[in-house]
């Protein structure tokens, strides 16, 4: 079965760089969730896209942006990046409904240096 | 205070024995509830749901307490693979919200 796919798996940047983070959700799912973990935390949640419209907004800095596109993928945009950016970044989607689970993908491992 | 909160352990046991966590939740108008598998530097993985009527998947056992609101996971003849952390997943609003993790070791 197709899972939920994020590109790079890894990413080293520099501080003041930019970042562009990429998913793909599972097909026919209408939702897809960002989420950050650093070290020795629970993810996150920092913004959400139902059907291509932003949905919800969490903890996401200023620096950061995101969108949904037509075929559903989602784009993660990072500027200025600080060291405390670094950690694994999840996009999860799942089907709105009752008591529908979401599903991970592997998650980016940004490191900025 | 955090909406999904858990206790991070770690919960250190043998091979075989039965482990339990809880997971309270603060959003009496939460309707989903799930228990996620993460291991070290992976994505979590689904584990199972909490339905109001509890569910059962061979040596795993989830049940809800919308009175007390809690959830929680059993887990029966633990294994050595069982070691990881497992995260509570709910909330009241449409977005899934992690509580903090519980460690799992099991050790030979």
């Known amino acids: 079965a197709a899972g939920v796919i994020q590109s790079p798996r890894h990413l080293i940047k520099e501080k003041r760089e930019t970042a562009t983070l990429k998913c793909y959700p599972i097909?026919?799912?209408?939702?897809v969730y960002w989420y950050q973990q650093g070290p020795g935390q629970d993810p996150q949640f920092l913004i959400s896209?139902?059907?291509?419209?932003?949905?919800d907004k969490g903890s996401i800095p200023d620096r950061f942006s995101a969108q949904q596109f037509s075929d559903y993928h989602s784009e993660l945009n990072m500027s200025s990046l600080e060291l405390g950016d670094s950690a694994l970044y999840f996009c999860?989607?799942?089907?709105?409904?009752?008591?529908?689970?979401?599903?991970f993908g592997q998650g980016t491992r940004l490191t900025v240096v | 205070r955090k909406e999904v909160e858990q206790d991070p352990g770690p919960f250190n046991v043998p091979e075989g024995a039965t482990v339990a966590f809880n997971c309270t939740y603060s959003?009496?108008?939460?309707?989903?509830f799930f228990w996620y598998r993460q291991d070290c530097r992976k994505e979590p993985k689904l584990l199972m749901s909490?339905?109001?009527s509890g569910n059962e998947d061979g040596r795993f056992t989830a049940q809800l307490n919308r009175a007390s609101q809690y959830i929680s996971l059993l887990i029966r003849d633990s294994k050595l693979s069982d070691s990881a952390t497992y995260l509570c997943?709910?909330?009241?609003?449409?977005?899934?919200?992690f509580g903090r993790g519980t460690s799992l070791i099991v050790h030979p």
């Open positions: 999860a989607s799942r089907s709105r409904g009752p008591n529908t689970e979401a599903f």
């Open positions: 909490v339905y109001s």
């Open positions: 997943v709910g909330g009241g609003s449409y977005i899934p919200t």
């Open positions: 097909p026919r799912h209408d939702t």
């Open positions: 896209f139902y059907e291509k419209m932003q949905s």
């Open positions: 959003n009496s108008a939460s309707q989903s």
